[in-house]
């Protein structure tokens, strides 16, 4: 039986903004944290006449997987280190990194708190001594990568950023693209993905996807009221 015409034109009605709406905000991916972070340290850098360093997103994601080492423990930050062999063993792997690319760590900043703090906030948590602030400067570096990540869906909230002085292009080169197992929870820079902040993907029930597409049909239900 066919169907009458003006419903088939409330469905269309329906569906159009619907997927319009969705598909609009995913091509929106400036909303990152880690990435916020780097911006504020190339800032900081290229003021006091350093280079501006190269956003790599294979070592973002191995300070992502850095900070899941502590396993959520904050006191560990000042004087505990995963082993170098994590590098090649887990980090590399669990993000798709080829191991053959990995590069020289040049430094790190490495920070912790109950509370999540900002982007702007973490840059003065990480750099706040001398020691930190030749870290911050050194000319040893061209890459970086910036992480950060609650732990079970809350705090403690760990930033971590990992400097290399390999060859930009040729380090720490994702075969494919980065696994999601490594991408949560967290955000990490470098990938140009929009990043819902230091849960992201952590004991969420409805994934931002889910909300987007419910607001983009409450949306269009409300178009379609107002024919
Ligand atoms: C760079 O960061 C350091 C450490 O927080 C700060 O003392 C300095 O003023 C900053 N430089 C600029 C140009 O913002
Ligand atoms: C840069 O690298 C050299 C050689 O490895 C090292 O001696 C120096 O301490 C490094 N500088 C900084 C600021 O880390």
New binding site residues.
């Given amino acids: 039986m066919a169907m009458p015409a003006r419903p088939l034109l409330v469905l269309a009605a329906l569906l159009l903004p619907a997927l319009l709406l969705s598909a609009a905000s995913a091509a929106d991916s400036k909303n990152n944290p880690a990435d916020q972070l780097v911006s504020l340290i190339n800032s900081?850098r290229t003021?006091?006449k350093a280079s501006s360093l190269s956003d790599n997103q294979g070592l973002g994601c191995i300070a992502l997987q850095y900070i899941k080492a502590y396993e959520g423990q904050c006191s560990d930050v000042r004087n505990k280190k995963p082993p170098e062999t994590s590098f090649a063993e887990i980090f590399a792997p669990s993000c798709g990194v080829q191991v053959a690319t990995l590069s020289k760590i040049t430094g790190r900043l490495m920070g912790c708190q109950s509370k999540y703090p900002s982007p702007p906030e973490a840059?003065?948590i990480l750099?706040n001594d001398a020691k930190d602030?030749q870290v911050?400067h050194s000319k040893n570096h061209t890459e970086i990568g910036a992480a950060v990540s609650g732990t079970d869906g809350g705090g403690p909230y760990f930033w971590c950023v990992l400097f290399s002085g390999g060859k930009p292009a040729t380090s720490f080169k994702v075969d494919g693209e980065v696994p999601k197992t490594a991408m949560h929870p967290g955000c990490f820079s470098g990938n140009n993905d929009d990043c819902a902040g230091p849960t992201n993907g952590a004991n969420v029930p409805i994934s931002a996807g889910a909300l987007r597409l419910v607001a983009a049909v409450l949306f269009s239900v409300a178009c379609a009221f107002a024919m």
Avoid: G, R, T
């Fill in positions: 900081n003021a006091s840059f003065d750099v602030l911050l």
